[in-house]
């Protein structure tokens, strides 16, 4: 089952929601990476922060390749928050493996 990706530009209402798989982006540093917090796409509620970069791997680990979209966003590779999700963000849904 595909899960649609919502992005709040508020942070705070990301937390009052918490809509599964909804996210939203922060910057974390000036060499272009950016934190994306989300919520889990089990529907546990749980909120994880990602590493990404536009266009780009970041080089620590984990981390992840952005295509830099809040309206459809694709991750690589995977996401896998252990023991409740493992699946893709691909075109602005989560899909699960």
């Known amino acids: 089952m595909m899960l649609r ?11 009052k929601f918490r809509h599964p798989g909804a996210f939203t982006v922060k910057r974390a540093d000036d060499r272009g ?6 919520v889990c796409p089990c ?8 590493l990404v970069a536009i266009n780009y791997k970041p080089p620590s680990s984990p ?27 691909r075109d602005g849904y989560w899909a699960p493996v």
């Open 63 to 89: 981390s992840w390749n952005w295509n830099g979209s809040r309206t459809e966003p694709t991750l690589a590779p995977s996401v896998n928050r252990r023991g409740h999700w493992h699946g893709y963000l």
């Open 5 to 15: 990706a919502i992005y709040f530009e508020n942070g705070d209402d990301l937390l």
């Open 33 to 38: 990476h950016w934190f994306v917090k989300y």
């Open 43 to 50: 529907g546990c509620g749980a909120l994880d922060n990602i």
